[in-house]
T-cell receptor, first 110, second 112 residues
C-alpha cells in the first residue's frame, strides 16, 4: 500500500486544457515535494511546500499544500506538450524518510 | 557544479554477479539518498546518509545490498549475487535541509 496516493494515474489531454492532479495521504508530512520525471531520467524537483495551506506558483503550475499537511494538488493552466511527463509527489514522512507516490503520467497532445 | 552524477548509466549483468554503482552528489549537500524505481512506480527509499553516517536503511535493503559513503562525499551501492528481481533503475539524490532532493540520472540495472 502506497503511503501517498496519487490520482489520476494516467491523464491525456489536449494542448491548452487545464488539469489538476492530486496527492493524498492519511499521514502528516513536515514537507512535501513535487517532481517531474521523463523516461530514462531522474526526477526533477519542481517545488517544496512546508506550511499547511501554502500555495506556490511556478509559471503555469500552481501547487497547494493542504491545511492539515496530509494532501497536495498540482494545477496546470493551458497545458503544453512540453508538460508531458510523470508527476511525482513525495512526502518527508519522518525527518528525511522520503516516501513517493506512484505518480501521474500526463500526456499533452498538440 | 553540474548536479548529481551517477555511474554507470546502464549495467547489464548475469544473475549471481556483483555490481557496484557510484553517486557523486552536489558538493555542498551533506545528505545523500539511494532509491530504487521499477516501471510504473515511484522511487522506493533504500537508504540515507548524513555526511558519512548511514542513518537509515529500508527493509527493502536485503543483506545482499550495501552502501557506503566513506568520506561524506561520493557514495557507492553494491549488490552482491544479483537476482533478476534486482532489475530496476537505481537513483541517487542529495539535499540540504528542507529544500527537496536533487536526483541524478540513475543507473539502469538489467539482470539476465
Amino acid at each position: 500500500t502506497q503511503l501517498l496516493e496519487q490520482s489520476p494515474q494516467f491523464l491525456s489531454i489536449q494542448e491548452g486544457e487545464n488539469l489538476t492532479v492530486y496527492c493524498n495521504s492519511s499521514s502528516v508530512f513536515s514537507s512535501l515535494q513535487w517532481y517531474r520525471q521523463e523516461p530514462g531520467e531522474g526526477p526533477v524537483l519542481l517545488v517544496t511546500v512546508v506550511t499547511g495551506g501554502e500555495v506556490k506558483k511556478l509559471k503555469r503550475l500552481t501547487f497547494q499544500f493542504g491545511d492539515a499537511r496530509k494532501d497536495s494538488s498540482l494545477h496546470i493552466t493551458a497545458a503544453q506538450p512540453g508538460d508531458t511527463g510523470l508527476y511525482l509527489c513525495a512526502g518527508d514522512y519522518n525527518n528525511n524518510d522520503m516516501r513517493f507516490g506512484a505518480g501521474t503520467r500526463l500526456t499533452v497532445k498538440p | 557544479d553540474t548536479g548529481v552524477s551517477q555511474d554507470p548509466r546502464h549495467k547489464i549483468t548475469k544473475r549471481g554477479q556483483n555490481v557496484t554503482f557510484r553517486c557523486d552528489p552536489i558538493s555542498e549537500h551533506n545528505r545523500l539518498y539511494w532509491y530504487r524505481q521499477t516501471l510504473g512506480q515511484g522511487p522506493e527509499f533504500l537508504t540515507y546518509f548524513q555526511n558519512e553516517a548511514q542513518l537509515e536503511k529500508s527493509r527493502l535493503l536485503s543483506d545482499r545490498f550495501s552502501a557506503e559513503r566513506p568520506k561524506g562525499s561520493f557514495s557507492t551501492l553494491e549488490i552482491q549475487r544479483t537476482e533478476q528481481g534486482d532489475s530496476a533503475m537505481y537513483l541517487c539524490a542529495s539535499s540540504s535541509h528542507l529544500v527537496g532532493q536533487f536526483f541524478g540520472p540513475g543507473t539502469r540495472l538489467t539482470v539476465l
